[in-house]
């Protein structure tokens, strides 16, 4: 079972840009689904954007057109490129592979 490690979060201003990495201890290569969720405190966490393991993606509706995943097989590495940023956006997000291992999760600030 991989572990997970995210990184690339912090605090930006409204409309702009951050890009979340989730670096597994392990291959990815035949893990089926890689997503990335978000969860802001006392509400439960929802799915932001996923990725199959042939390419596949799907995003929640308050993010399509703003975010971007992708997944980089020969580094183990699943990246979530964040533009257009809304304070809404902030919350913890996290990694996740096939719906069984997290990440210990980074935090995403959009403030101005």
């Known amino acids: 079972q991989v572990q997970l490690v995210e990184s690339g979060g912090g605090l930006v201003s409204p409309g702009g840009s951050l890009r979340l990495s989730c670096a597994a201890s392990?291959?990815?290569?035949?893990?089926?689904?890689m997503g990335w969720y978000r969860q802001v405190p006392g509400q439960e966490r929802e799915l932001v954007a996923v990725?199959?393991?042939?390419?596949?993606?799907n995003y929640a509706d308050s993010v399509k057109g703003r975010f971007t995943i992708s997944r980089d097989n020969a580094k183990n590495t699943v990246y979530l490129q964040m533009n257009s940023l809304k304070p809404e956006d902030t919350a913890v997000y996290y990694c996740?592979?096939?719906?069984?291992?997290w990440g210990q999760g980074t935090q995403v600030t959009v403030s101005s």
């Open positions: 996740n592979a096939a719906g069984i291992t």
């Open positions: 392990g291959s990815i290569f035949s893990i089926n689904y």
């Open positions: 990725i199959t393991s042939d390419g596949f993606t």
